[in-house]
């Protein structure tokens, strides 16, 4: 069966540090995976999708599928970074999404 | 455009009560989802539907029921409240079921079951 993990539920760094947020899936397919995420009074929004390669807000994510991760990296956080990040797998058409990481940056 | 409206935005209920939780978006999207987010779960599907006409359960289907009602309504109702229901339900619309079609979701609506 498919599974999203995050493993870390809250993450703290001191803006200017990298942060990476850590993703792994189980999945027997060809992956499709995204990064979403949630700011402070806003809306739930799709941050990054690995197919795109594209880099979003400083941040970046690789597929490993030897390692069958999709780890968010930034290599300088900042404040404005402090969110609620979610990955998610797409399968047979709908999204399925991991437990969530709250990053807190602090000046 | 708003996107994706949910309404309402908070609703307390008692136990056994009945509601319907509504959502709509003007992006002229052919599939719409509802979601709940759970503390330590995260995102979980309840119910889709992939266009208009056609419903699916998801993950956690039990004790809801959707409607579609048109192209840019999608309905959630709960016949009998019950306290695991607790929780913020969001509603999200995409293109299609494409992964090329990102989600877009709703403000959400935050549920207290007591």
């Known amino acids: 069966a498919q599974r999203v993990t995050q493993p870390e539920k809250l993450l703290s760094v001191f803006k200017g540090a990298p942060v990476e947020l850590k993703c792994n899936y189980s999945y027997s397919g060809s992956p499709e995976l995204f990064w979403y995420v949630q700011y402070s009074r806003q809306r739930l929004q799709l941050l990054l999708r690995h197919i795109s390669r594209e880099s979003i807000k400083g941040f970046t994510a690789d597929l490993n599928k030897g390692e069958t991760s999709f780890h968010l990296k930034k290599p300088f956080a900042q404040e404005e970074d402090s969110a609620m990040y979610y990955c998610a797998l797409h399968s047979w058409g709908k999204l399925q999404f991991g437990a969530g990481t709250q990053v807190v940056v602090t000046p | 455009n708003a996107g994706v409206t949910q309404t309402p935005k908070f609703q307390v209920l008692k136990t056994g009560q009945s509601m319907t939780l509504q959502c709509a978006q003007d992006m002229n999207h052919n599939s719409m989802y509802w979601y709940r987010q759970d503390p330590g779960m995260g995102l979980r599907l309840i119910y889709y539907?992939?266009?208009?006409?056609?419903?699916d359960k998801g993950e956690v289907p039990n004790g809801y029921n959707v409607s579609r009602l048109n192209k840019r309504e999608f309905s959630l109702r709960l016949e009998s409240a019950a306290p695991s229901q607790t929780s913020v339900y969001f509603c999200?619309?995409?293109?299609?079921?494409?992964?090329?079609?990102?989600?877009?979701f709703g403000n959400g609506t935050r549920l207290t079951v007591t």
């Open positions: 999200a619309s995409s293109e299609g079921l494409s992964y090329n079609s990102p989600l877009h």
């Open positions: 539907s992939a266009s208009e006409g056609t419903t």
